[in-house]
């Protein structure tokens, strides 16, 4: 939210200085994310008057125009399309500077002389309309300085609020703030009630139940659709970050920034016969001002007519309704929404609008006649009109109350941990606008109906501490001693773990738990994932079964911005769903895709494959000290190659999976170049074993080699376990240093070279020794996989 200092001044006498309000309002839990000027300076450019306008003799999209800028008339050459005779508009004099550095020189157009140049707003940073000259009103002064006839000299706070202040949503409620943290008086613009001139009213009809309990409403007759917004309210729109579009929807924009109420208003004309608060019918269709149709379900409520849909109540109104360039007769409307009838609707259909934002949040229910009046005030003031009287339908029972909370002053300084009077909390929250009664050692503290987070005891203590000073309570050294925890050598270190991948040329990543239920059905098909209830947007409404959807969207992003080598891991938790349980299980995820290496001169360009992925996992998992117990078969994943995945077991137990993405999947996804993706379960998986120490043999190691030859699809690993437990203690180490396909190998065939280390820790091997271990290997190996030896 973007806060005018000037238009604050309208609410609080005296304000403080935009630095030092910004530093008490981020001290007190409004963060300010920047203090930054309302506009970029603007000497030299000066109020000019077109006295009048011809066509340019050498060019068709140009015009001559003669200016009064205060002194001599002005020859200025124009390209806007609405420049005219006795408009005014910004002139850049000659020696002006335009925030985007263009430095104004007399120059020749065309052959046409030029003294000054007329700007849109977009040339003076001031918005993004460059349509045309920025059009001024016609009462401003010839020559007067754009920058003091507009008020520019201002300073804008960027306030980023957290969920629980949707109070301060408005000038209204950052003013209180300010007041109460400042000691300033709280003066406010004085709203008067505006007599009816009319009898004209509009029936409304509220749903019991349904989520609003307060509807103000008001028709104004004979509204002028040609009438302008006065500079004055586009310019705060403008600062506040609003577009101006025109009198009618500027004034319910202004009112929603000044007040912190959102409010709409409706052609009169396409209503029909009442306005109807109800839930949506199932299957009932609403086209949006944005110009999009919904569907809708009777969990979402809508502002309706006898026989439609007019809008999505407290998030967008209606394409139908809305209004229009020869809109004359308007139905104001002002209500208030239960949070819970509104929140995560509009994210439904991708919508957050000013509008649901604040209602999320809570709107003050006692607010909608005020807002109502002030509405009408600036809408007459701005296009004419004639009012009815203002009307309000209520569900009195269903009005929001606050209750009283117990606040004991002495527990509460025992929290804060400073010595906070009785006086000061009394004086700290009825200047919040809170009611107390005080009992013996406690208070019954009574919140303001605009506070929708003070509920317990704890919420009133924030209170008290963030406006007493959160740098003003006393640092002292806590009671008991901290204890550092061990570090286990049962588990490799997370952080260990990231190391290692990092030096491998892997970058961390950090991806949201919630994902696509898209792209998961795609990477994870058939496994049962948690929906979210209210998500943030429809591309992030499951819990994520796998770390792999947030990875291959970050290969996606990557891709996109032309990045040739991609290498990502994290280390997060994915989210089992068995039945009505929800398991979260830590685990450990990466990805590679592009060159296997960065592009250089001593080495030919390859993309990654998959052994160059395992090669990675087998240095995290070596890490556990225990990599005999780790392997890999080939298995099938949906969303794997089929040749090029395998199953990550240790001690026979599944910790996780390694493989190339399946190419159906890349071509779905539009992917540039390949990616192979692993995922381990770190509980299990990083497991370590504790040192011990082993006796280092004295006597000397015997190497024996055994070329087999097998079915080809047998698998190493599988020969490999057959040699382990044939060759028993004896053997110290086991390498694959071959393996050969072609010439003097039967076709199906493929033929293995494994060297085997044999060594003793009491004795020196003998030949006997170690033949009988040889043979013993060769003859499991012919019984269990039908190997034989290479005799060429």
């Not at 002064?141 to 920058?147: D, I, K, R």
């Not at 819970?340 to 604040?358: E, F, N, P």
């Not at 780790?630 to 190659?641: G, I, V, Y």
Request: charged share 25%; proline share 7%.
């Amino acid at each position: 939210m973007r806060i005018s200092v000037k238009w604050l001044k309208d609410w609080l006498d005296p304000v403080p200085p935009p630095r030092e309000l910004a530093d008490r309002l981020t001290m007190a839990g409004l963060e300010i994310e920047a203090v930054e000027p309302a506009a970029p300076p603007l000497a030299g450019v000066v109020v000019g008057e077109i006295l009048a306008r011809e066509k340019h003799p050498n060019a068709d999209t140009l015009s001559v125009c003669r200016v009064d800028a205060g002194g001599e008339p002005l020859q200025i050459v124009c390209g806007a399309p609405n420049a005219r005779a006795g408009m005014k508009a910004p002139l850049a004099t000659v020696g002006a500077r335009l925030p985007d550095g263009t430095e104004i020189r007399p120059a020749k157009l065309r052959g046409v002389e030029s003294a000054g140049m007329l700007c849109s707003a977009r040339e003076l940073g001031l918005s993004d309309d460059a349509e045309g000259l920025m059009e001024l009103p016609a009462g401003l002064p010839t020559g007067a300085s754009v920058t003091e006839v507009l008020d520019l000299d201002d300073m804008i706070l960027a306030v980023n609020l957290t969920p629980n202040r949707g109070d301060c949503m408005g000038m209204a409620g950052i003013a209180r703030e300010a007041a109460v943290l400042s000691g300033a008086a709280l003066t406010g613009p004085n709203f008067r009630p505006v007599p009816a001139q009319s009898n004209q009213t509009f029936p409304v009809e509220l749903t019991p139940g349904a989520g609003c309990s307060r509807f103000a409403a008001r028709v104004i007759r004979g509204v002028r659709p040609d009438a302008t917004t006065p500079i004055w309210m586009r310019e705060r729109l403008r600062r506040a970050g609003l577009r101006p579009i025109s009198p009618i929807v500027d004034v319910t924009n202004y009112v929603m920034l000044e007040l912190g109420q959102p409010m709409h208003a409706y052609d009169l004309r396409e209503i029909e016969g009442a306005i109807v608060v109800r839930a949506a019918r199932g299957g009932e269709t609403l086209r949006l001002l944005d110009g999009r149709e919904v569907t809708l379900d009777p969990s979402v409520l809508v502002i309706a007519d006898r026989t439609k849909a007019l809008g999505l109540a407290g998030i967008m109104g209606g394409e139908h309704s809305g209004i229009r360039g020869d809109t004359t007769d308007v139905l104001l409307e002002v209500a208030f929404f239960r949070p819970d009838a509104i929140a995560g609707r509009g994210r439904r259909y991708g919508l957050v609008t000013d509008a649901s934002q604040r209602f999320e949040r809570g709107v003050d229910p006692t607010l909608q006649e005020r807002a109502i009046e002030r509405a009408t005030e600036l809408l007459l003031a701005c296009a004419g009109g004639v009012p009815g009287p203002a009307t309000l339908a209520e569900l009195a029972d269903e009005v929001p109350r606050n209750k009283p909370v117990r606040f004991r002053p002495a527990r509460a300084r025992n929290v804060i941990g400073a010595e906070v009077g009785d006086s000061e909390m009394r004086h700290i929250l009825e200047r919040l606008g809170m009611r107390i009664e005080a009992d013996a050692g406690s208070w019954q503290v009574t919140p303001p109906a605009w506070r929708f987070d003070v509920a317990i005891e704890e919420d009133l203590i924030e209170e008290v501490a963030r406006v007493h000073g959160f740098d003003r309570i006393p640092e002292t050294d806590p009671a008991t001693p901290l204890a550092i925890p061990a570090l286990s050598e049962a588990r490799v270190n997370p952080e260990t773990a990231a190391d290692l991948l990092v030096q491998r040329g892997y970058f961390e990543a950090i991806t949201y738990s919630f994902v696509d239920p898209e792209l998961q059905a795609i990477l994870a098909p058939g496994v049962p994932a948690l929906a979210l209830a209210n998500p943030i947007s429809a591309d992030l409404a499951q819990m994520r079964v796998s770390l792999w959807p947030g990875l291959v969207r970050a290969l996606i992003e990557n891709q996109r911005r032309q990045q040739p080598r991609v290498r990502l891991f994290e280390i997060g938790r994915r989210f089992e769903l068995d039945g009505e349980t929800l398991r979260e299980v830590p685990v450990i995820a990466g990805l590679a895709a592009g060159a296997a290496v960065p592009e250089q001169w001593g080495a030919a360009t390859a993309a990654v494959d998959f052994f160059d992925v395992r090669g990675d996992v087998e240095a995290l998992l070596r890490a556990t000290g225990d990599s005999s117990a780790f392997s890999f078969a080939a298995e099938a994943h949906p969303a794997l190659h089929p040749g090029q995945t395998a199953r990550v077991r240790r001690d026979g137990r599944p910790i996780g999976w390694i493989g190339r993405l399946h190419p159906e999947i890349e071509r779905r996804l539009g992917l540039t170049y390949s990616g192979v993706v692993f995922e381990l379960e770190t509980e299990s998986g990083l497991s370590a074993v504790v040192p011990r120490h082993h006796e280092i043999s004295r006597f000397p190691a015997v190497r024996r080699d055994l070329a087999i030859v097998v079915d080809e699809a047998i698998a190493v690993q599988s020969l490999l376990e057959t040699v382990r437990a044939s060759a028993g203690a004896l053997l110290t180490d086991l390498v694959v240093f071959d393996i050969y396909r072609g010439r003097g190998i039967d076709k199906g065939f493929k033929s293995v070279a494994i060297g085997l280390n044999l060594q003793d820790v009491s004795r020196t091997l003998t030949d006997a020794d170690t033949d009988a271990v040889v043979a013993r290997v060769i003859a499991d190996l012919g019984r269990e996989h039908s190997a034989a030896i290479r005799d060429q």
